[in-house]
Nanobody, 126 residues
Framework: DVQLQASGGGLVQAGGSLRVSCAVS????????IGWFRQAPGKEREAVSC????????YYGESVKGRFSIASDNAKTTAYLQMDRLKPEDTGVYYC???????????????????WGEGTQVTVSS
């Protein structure tokens, strides 16, 4: 079974940094998409960033470009989201997910993800 485990959330002041990690197990192919999504209270879940494990091709949502960076490890089993210059509006539950079929990180959307992990809370205080 495919399983995802997100970790690394926490509380940070505005302007600070956090890194969240997503450990993926049970995926047998070398190339797939790992994505990060977030959901703020009262809002819909939105795409943050996606990465293709085979070559590191990346997509970023407009609201995080230039502040967040995504990477995966050489084993292609863990994705990291480094979040810098955090803002209060970055607050939310961060979820990771995998897309095993479509192959392009630009298709970083909720409906195309095949498996989801439990979220990790990120809170940015002003």
């Amino acid at each position: 079974d495919v399983q995802l485990q997100a970790s690394g959330g926490g509380l940070v002041q505005a302007g600070g940094s956090l890194r969240v990690s997503c450990a993926v197990s049970g995926v047998t192919r070398d190339s797939y998409i790992i994505g990060w999504f977030r959901q703020a209270p009262g809002k819909e879940r939105e795409a943050v960033s996606c990465i293709r494990t085979s070559d590191g091709r990346i997509y970023y949502g407009e609201s995080v470009k230039g502040r967040f960076s995504i990477a995966s490890d050489n084993a292609k089993t863990t994705a990291y989201l480094q979040m810098d210059r955090l803002k209060p509006e970055d607050t939310g539950v961060y979820y990771c997910a995998v897309d095993l079929n479509r192959g392009l990180p630009e298709f970083c959307d909720l409906v195309g993800m095949d498996y989801w992990g439990e979220g990790t809370q990120v809170t940015v205080s002003s």
